[in-house]
């Protein structure tokens, strides 16, 4: 007989540290996972509590298989997802675990429902990816809005903005998904199904400003019309460039001539390849960032029926504690269902809520 653990993969770099940090804090003691063991026996000495570590590769799956054993509960943040992820999904499938990552990147994300979702059913494993400020935040804000909508919301609009200087906080894990991102083919869900889109704008009233956001393809786009059945169309914005996202959108509608240039994949991952060789920049929390995510459900006449904002703080912050809330909630009571889970799929609204709220998260006053 085996014991359940928490298990860590990358838990050496930006969002890894932060989240082992994030775990001790609420008496979690897991397994720190990287391909790096001088690395390991550095960061573990400068921890306050005694840890175990093992050495894994994001390019070997097996290497992290043999870690893992049915009802644990292994943390991803080992980005860019689309090149370094699979690894990760494969081992907790073939093991019969839990996986919860730190994705923010759609074309991952799509692989995890609809490609990896049904093999990991068939072996009662459990995947969440985006269980981060990238998407956790849009799909209980989105829930929440939509049951106070009720049964004649057909549509709902999700926008992320963030007051403060990103840029300069943003790790290189980050940087380099984000070029990785650039070239991918984009989706949304409309007339209930998923679509490609590229480019598309639209304003939000976030605080009393008019605030521009970006579509994006996110996990809401698959888990909310599973858990509303009644949506047919599920949009979600990223407000992150301010003045510069109309241009950003005009910029996004070419994606697909300058992906079918030669060489353009490889030049956009030789460039996220030396974003991650130059280092984390990362910054400490910046008490000056702010995060503010705002859902908006309509009817078919495409009248408005509820809106709800959710207000946070530092974005890494958040990713951090709600994945240490969410690792410590599963190893203790599981989760609702197996396959790729959204984040209310999983653990319930009103539980994650509770979780966001723990984590940073909460409802802004009407």
Not at 86 to 105: F, H, K, N, Q, R
Not at 308 to 313: C, I, N
Request: charge should be positive; proline fraction near 4%; charged fraction near 20%.
């Amino acid at each position: 007989m085996t014991t359940s653990r928490i298990v860590l993969f990358g838990a050496t770099g930006f969002t890894g540290r932060l989240t082992a940090q994030a775990l001790l804090m609420l008496g979690a003691r897991p397994l720190l996972v990287g391909r790096d063991q001088t690395r390991l026996d550095a960061f573990a000495a400068s921890l306050p509590v005694a840890l175990p570590t093992a050495v894994a590769d994001a390019g070997r799956s097996e290497s992290l298989a043999r870690l893992l054993n049915s009802g644990d509960v292994l943390i991803s943040t080992v980005g860019p997802f689309t090149r370094w992820g699979e690894g990760a999904v494969a081992a907790a499938t073939e093991a019969g675990a839990i996986y919860l990552d730190s994705a923010g990147e759609p074309t991952f994300i799509k692989r995890i429902f609809q490609r990896y979702g049904p093999a990991a059913a068939t072996r009662q494993a459990a995947l969440i990816t985006a269980f981060g400020y990238d998407y956790v935040p849009g799909n209980v804000a989105a829930a929440l809005a939509l049951r106070e909508a009720g049964a004649d919301a057909v549509r709902v609009d999700v926008g992320y903005f963030v007051r403060g200087n990103m840029a300069k906080r943003a790790s290189a894990g980050t940087r380099a998904s984000a070029l990785g991102v650039v070239l991918e083919p984009m989706y949304g869900f409309r007339e209930g199904r998923i679509v490609r889109e590229h480019g598309r704008t639209r304003q939000f009233t976030v605080g009393g400003r008019r605030r521009h956001g970006i579509s994006m393809g996110a996990s809401e786009h698959f888990a909310l019309p599973r858990a509303f059945p009644g949506l047919r169309e599920v949009n979600v914005y990223l407000g992150w460039l301010g003045g510069l996202t109309r241009a950003a959108g005009v910029l996004a509608k070419a994606t697909p001539v300058l992906a079918a240039l030669p060489g353009a994949k490889r030049v956009t991952e030789a460039m996220a390849d030396r974003v991650i060789r130059l280092g984390n920049r990362g910054k400490p929390v910046d008490v000056g960032i702010s995060s503010q995510t705002v859902a908006e459900a309509y009817n078919k006449d495409g009248r408005l029926l509820a809106s709800v904002q959710l207000d946070g703080g530092d974005p890494y912050d958040f990713t951090a504690r709600i994945l240490a809330w969410a690792a410590t909630t599963a190893l203790a009571d599981g989760v609702q269902g197996t396959g790729a889970l959204g984040p209310v799929e999983a653990f319930g609204l009103d539980a994650l809520l509770e979780g966001c709220s723990g984590a940073g998260l909460h409802l802004s006053p009407a």
